[in-house]
């Protein structure tokens, strides 16, 4: 089992970055695809990016492509989002989620989420 701690989040202006970071357990990090996902109050969760287990295959949202980029370190059990050139659409709880199969396969492990709140 994986269990899955998100952090980086908080208030942003339109136009500024962060970088939200999301810490694993175990020590079979480098055996899950990962992703990040996010919920806005009232939608339903969409899927952000995704990046295989070594690292070497993304995929993204057309909402976000050119924007953001998600990223692994299999050494530190970490993954990463940074979100550049934000907006106040991006305003939502981000999850990050572990799937022993790449997206879209569904994922198996999901964290309690960090909240990104984007000011225009």
């Known amino acids: ?8 989040g908080g208030l942003v202006q339109a136009g500024g970055s962060l970088r939200l970071s999301c ?15 996010r919920q806005a109050p009232g939608k ?13 295959t ?4 057309d909402s976000v492509q050119g924007r953001f980029t998600i990223s692994r370190d299999n ?6 989002l940074q979100m550049n050139e934000m907006k106040p659409e991006d305003t939502a709880r ?15 492990y999901w964290g309690q989420g960090t909240q990104v709140t984007v000011s225009s």
Request: aromatic share 22%.
């Open 44 to 56: 339903e969760r969409e899927f952000v990016a995704a990046v295989s287990r070594s690292g070497t």
């Open 75 to 80: 050494a530190k059990n970490t993954v990463f």
């Open 94 to 108: 981000y999850y990050c989620a572990a799937g022993r199969y790449y997206y879209p396969s569904p994922f198996d």
């Open 58 to 61: 993304t995929n993204y949202a």
């Open 23 to 37: 810490a694993a357990s175990g020590r079979t990090f480098s055996r899950y695809a990962m992703g990040w996902f």
């Open 1 to 8: 089992q994986v269990q899955l701690v998100e952090s980086g």
